[in-house]
């Protein structure tokens, strides 16, 4: 199969000297920490719980040291035949009990980012309960993860991921889950909206499954110890991202009580449907994929399209290099502005106050683009200057004024600052603001700890890092005292949050709540501090920049009206009435949904 020019640019641009390193870090590390790999998982002589009922039928879990650990349960049926491109429906009941010890496939999916090889299956949506032993008083709080991977990549599995540390030291229950993936959970079509005859939506299956299966944990975690009254969603990258949209979506309202955003983007920006000629709407993207992917002749496109195979679907318009790629306009898949799991644009939903009410913890790394760029060719200073003009073609002078190498200790490192910036820590700011102004109970927090480990260390805080110290799984990393205190330190923080949505509680270094007034932050590293007004200046940079006119001309515009931003910033002493820049009248905030 022909790969597209759009496809290959970011390709083009990374090293084949480093590829492997590309391989080993921006997806294994991006996905799931520290060189991870699917893990399957089976039980060898443990000792087998008492069985437990569910709605399906009984499961029997592994004994663990001080917890069970229940794997590969079905949530909902295999989204296969009719059933591709639809919304989840219920799995099939057993008879019997049912050893829940092995992980389930991870969802269709290619093996790394460059990969042609293609993994898992579709008969995915399963999810893993990790639940301390012995039996409290009252129901203990459930923490629900959803992994990241750029909605293309990723699963449950992943030993990152493992439940164990977190339910035996924070007393909690955890669910992690798959969720269906790029072409086949975040495909949107005409004529797959026309199925759907009361919401009239499509493309967003995958946000469908994680609203699916918060259903599921809700009908039946109390019989694993959980509380349904008391669920955390927590997720990273892409998962932080999804994260996000549920904390919007009208439709999970209810089904949760507090989220966590690690290292996500808090903004969704294409719409379902647009006559826009200069956009691409998510419908507009699924007819080109019909074509692609050879069916636009069929009587029946829809149905011709469910007749593919999962890896002709996932061989068509593949997505391109994960973050890069969406620089320079490569494809892309994940949640549309549907009308329906998402009303609108996610920072017009937040400013005007209209998602979930829940408590909510914001948090970013500090070297967040570190392993995306890895293989780019950055030194010397003139390598660096030709990456920016590639990247910012229209503004590029501002960027590197703003950004200039001889401030940092190599051009990679302004690189690294400057991508991070722009993709990560100013769309948490933003997202920030906009919930605290409405007085919802956010936390702030930056991941600045750099692990002292072979080929990591040079990487700072990089992106995924720590999550191995949230689950205290720390895979080739060897955690120094001060790294496991940290770990166990970060770990109290997330469930006391899950327990009571205050992260603080007892001797833990106090964590304020970000308010703007006070607009601070908890820097996480060893030892722990308090910081204001995180990258202020930078992310006012981009800002006004994105505001007031086109700074990148490969992405898909959607251009909503800025009033509302603009004047809720000037409203809150965050921009002054002369830098509306009244020439522009649409927000270029597409960049808040550049992560995913």
């Known amino acids: 199969m022909k790969i597209?020019?759009?496809?290959?640019?970011?390709?083009?641009?990374?090293?084949?000297?480093?590829?492997?390193?590309?391989?080993?870090?921006?997806?294994?590390?991006?996905?799931?920490?520290?060189?991870?790999?699917?893990?399957?998982?089976?039980?060898?002589?443990?000792?087998?719980?008492?069985?437990?009922?569910?709605?399906?039928?009984?499961?029997?879990?592994?004994?663990?040291?001080?917890?069970?650990?229940?794997?590969?349960?079905?949530?909902?049926?295999?989204?296969?035949?009719?059933?591709?491109?639809?919304?989840?429906?219920?799995?099939?009941?057993?008879?019997?009990?049912?050893?829940?010890?092995?992980?389930?496939?991870?969802?269709?999916?290619?093996?790394?980012?460059?990969?042609?090889?293609?993994?898992?299956?579709e008969d995915c949506l399963t999810l893993n309960i990790w639940a301390p032993k012995g039996k409290e008083p009252s129901l203990r709080p459930v923490m629900f993860f959803i992994h990241g991977g750029a909605n293309t990549m990723g699963a449950s599995s992943l030993p990152t991921y493992d439940g164990q540390a977190l339910a035996e030291k924070g007393g909690v229950v955890v669910v992690t889950i798959n969720y269906r993936l790029g072409q086949l959970g975040f495909l949107a079509h005409p004529l797959l909206s026309a199925e759907d005859a009361e919401h009239h939506s499509s493309g967003n299956d995958g946000l469908l499954d994680q609203i699916f299966a918060l259903k599921w944990v809700r009908r039946n975690i109390a019989n694993f110890g959980g509380d349904p009254n008391n669920i955390t969603i927590f997720g990273e990258s892409a998962g932080g991202l999804n994260v996000a949209c549920l904390v919007a979506s009208p439709e999970a309202a209810g089904l949760f009580q507090r989220a966590i955003v690690e290292s996500g983007g808090f903004f969704v920006t294409t719409p379902l449907r647009d006559n826009d000629p200069e956009g691409e709407s998510a419908e507009e993207f699924g007819q080109r994929f019909e074509k692609e992917i050879g069916c636009i002749s069929a009587g029946d496109p829809i149905a011709c399209m469910r007749r593919k195979t999962a890896e002709e679907v996932l061989r068509t318009l593949k997505a391109g290099f994960p973050l890069l790629g969406r620089f320079e306009g490569s494809v892309t898949y994940g949640p549309n502005v549907d009308g329906y799991v998402l009303k609108g644009n996610l920072v017009e939903v937040m400013l005007a106050g209209q998602h979930n009410n829940v408590p909510v913890i914001i948090g970013t790394n500090k070297n967040e683009a570190s392993i995306f760029i890895v293989g780019l060719r950055l030194n010397p200073e003139a390598a660096y200057r030709a990456a920016v003009e590639r990247f910012f073609p229209n503004a590029s002078q501002e960027v590197l004024a703003r950004y200039p190498a001889?401030?940092?200790?190599?051009?990679?490192?302004?690189?690294?600052?400057?991508?991070?910036?722009?993709?990560?820590?100013?769309p948490a700011r933003a997202a920030s603001i906009a919930l605290s102004g409405h007085q919802r109970r956010t936390f702030v927090y930056h991941f600045t700890h750099v692990v002292d480990a072979p080929v990591l260390r040079n990487l700072g805080a990089f992106h995924g890092l720590e999550l191995s110290f949230v689950f205290n799984n720390f895979g080739i990393i060897q955690p120094t005292p001060e790294e496991v205190n940290l770990a166990e330190t970060m770990l109290a923080y997330w469930t006391n949050f899950a327990r009571t949505g205050d992260p603080n509680a007892g001797a833990l270094p106090t964590w304020p709540a970000y308010t703007l007034d006070g607009d601070m932050h908890l820097n996480l590293d060893a030892p722990i501090s308090t910081g204001t007004a995180l990258r202020k200046e930078y992310c006012e940079f981009w800002f006004d920049l994105l505001l007031t006119r086109h700074a990148f001309i490969h992405r898909r515009w959607w251009r909503r009206d800025s009033k509302k931003y603009i004047q809720f910033r000037i409203s809150r002493g965050l921009a002054r009435p002369e830098k509306t820049w009244k020439t522009t009248p649409r927000s270029r905030l597409w960049y808040f949904g550049l992560i995913g």
Not at 26 to 53: C, I, N, W
Not at 414 to 421: I, N, S
């Open 4 to 121: 597209r020019r759009s496809e290959m640019k970011t390709n083009t641009l990374i090293s084949k000297i480093t590829i492997t390193a590309v391989l080993s870090l921006s997806y294994l590390l991006a996905v799931g920490g520290p060189f991870d790999r699917f893990d399957s998982h089976s039980a060898k002589a443990q000792p087998l719980s008492d069985p437990v009922p569910t709605e399906q039928g009984l499961v029997r879990g592994e004994v663990l040291e001080a917890s069970i650990a229940f794997r590969g349960i079905s949530y909902a049926a295999a989204p296969v035949g009719d059933l591709r491109w639809r919304a989840p429906q219920p799995p099939q009941p057993w008879q019997g009990v049912r050893d829940a010890l092995t992980f389930g496939e991870p969802c269709p999916q290619f093996a790394n980012p460059t990969s042609q090889d293609i993994i898992g299956c």
């Open 406 to 426: 001889s401030e940092y200790a190599s051009p990679r490192d302004a690189f690294d600052a400057l991508v991070t910036d722009l993709a990560f820590i100013c």
